[in-house]
């Protein structure tokens, strides 16, 4: 069953990345997609941020994921000339003093102290954060996933291998040692299905959640400097390609409430400036989306073979996607092409 083709369920961020890790190591991909407006790869300001949180922590799959995935964009930037990870400084406003002292915990560990630029005190950033207690700044970036996806897409369509629509679980037949769908047959099927995953019965024991999150497009009444602001108030991003424009984000839901567009949540964001940027200008709202981040109770990524099937899964990338993703692709394709064991920080389906 060598040649035939793996079938990938979603063409988001994880699809994306886990179809150019297999056709990099010359096994065939057919990718379907059915283009859901509220998939959250559509919707997220990209931040691509390595080291976050009170206790400052790499996301679940570790300090390898962070430098891999940063590398991995920069490779697929060379390959398809295309920009798609900007770098920005991360204005971390800290927290309180523990976060402070974390910080300075966090700089004495090689891993950390590469992602970690300079303190500042208290009103070194006049006019621009609010930062009562000072804060640090981290290197980060963020990813222009809606440019990947374009990318991404052309690329599966000049060789005929992307499929337009919804493929309904129930279609998939298990036939052992391949899947079958429409008479069409496939070495496994890669789930990429992000949130729409819960309702998968191939993934029922695995758990996954949504979380749901709201975040404004906005447009500042004046030119406001492109870091990234960050804090316990939330973000404020610049919007890659959109010149004048920032993502200001982002809500976090209960698990497993509906995600749609509420008031509530855009006042609650706007509120939130003051505590972000020491003189917010006015922000007139130009979008503003909600969606929901895969994830699961572990807060861990879902990878590997699904025990017993033609199937395989890359799910639960959380809040945390841009850093991940990359890597993990490649780890699945890894996995997939040669046994090699899924890494550290990620579930196996069978264990999730
Ligand atoms: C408000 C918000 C802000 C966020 N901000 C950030 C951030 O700043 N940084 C960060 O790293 N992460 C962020 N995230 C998280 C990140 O966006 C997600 O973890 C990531 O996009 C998930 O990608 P995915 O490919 O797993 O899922 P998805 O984006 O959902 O992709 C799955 C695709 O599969 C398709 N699909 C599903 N089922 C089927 C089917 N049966 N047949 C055909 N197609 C199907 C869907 O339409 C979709 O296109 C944010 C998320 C939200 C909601």
């Known amino acids: 069953m060598q040649s035939l083709p793996y079938l990938i369920i979603g ?6 990345m886990v179809a150019l890790s297999l ?3 010359d096994a065939q991909v057919v990718v379907a997609d059915d283009g859901h407006p509220q998939a959250p790869s559509r919707i997220t300001p990209g931040l691509a941020t390595p080291i976050a949180g009170p ?10 994921a962070v430098a891999a995935s940063w590398q991995r964009w920069r490779h ?3 390959r398809f000339r295309r920009r798609l990870l900007y770098r920005h400084e991360i204005l971390h406003a800290a927290g309180g003093r523990e976060e402070l002292q974390q910080y300075h915990r966090r700089l004495a560990e090689s891993a950390f102290a590469s ?19 000072g804060g640090f700044t981290i290197h980060g970036g963020l990813v222009d996933v809606p440019a990947f996806l374009r990318t991404v897409d052309e690329h599966l369509r000049s060789t005929g291998s992307r499929i337009d629509r919804r493929i309904e679980p129930q279609e998939l037949r298990d036939c052992g040692d391949h899947a079958e769908v429409g008479g069409a047959h496939y070495q496994a099927v890669i789930f990429c299905d992000g949130p ?11 758990g996954l959640q949504r979380i749901p999150g709201e975040v404004l497009t906005v447009a500042p ?21 959109h010149r004048g424009h920032f993502r200001l984000g982002a809500t976090y839901g209960a698990p497993d409430t509906p995600a749609r567009v509420t008031d509530a949540a855009r006042e609650h964001l706007l509120g939130q400036l003051p505590r972000l940027l020491s003189r917010p200008p006015h922000m007139e709202v130009v979008d503003h989306q909600a969606g929901a981040r895969p994830a699961t109770p572990q807060r861990a990524p879902v990878l590997g073979r699904l025990p017993e099937r033609p199937a395989a899964v890359l799910n639960g990338l959380g809040a945390r996607a841009m850093l991940q993703a990359p890597y993990l692709a490649e780890a699945l394709a890894e996995h997939l092409l040669t046994d090699a064991p899924i890494p550290e920080g990620c579930l196996a389906p069978a264990s999730a």
Not at 116 to 122: Q, R
Not at 232 to 237: D, I
């Open 23 to 25: 056709l990099e190591r």
């Open 196 to 206: 729409a995953g819960q309702e998968n019965p191939w993934l029922s024991g695995i």
């Open 55 to 64: 206790r400052l922590t790499f996301p679940p799959s570790g300090a390898a």
């Open 221 to 241: 009444a004046y030119a406001v400097e492109p870091y990234i602001f960050h804090g316990r108030a939330g973000y404020l991003a610049p919007h890659p390609g």
């Open 11 to 16: 063409q988001g961020l994880a699809g994306s």
């Open 115 to 133: 992602w970690l630029g300079p303190a500042f005190t208290p009103g070194a950033h006049d006019g621009l954060l609010a930062d009562p207690w």
């Open 76 to 78: 697929l930037e060379c």
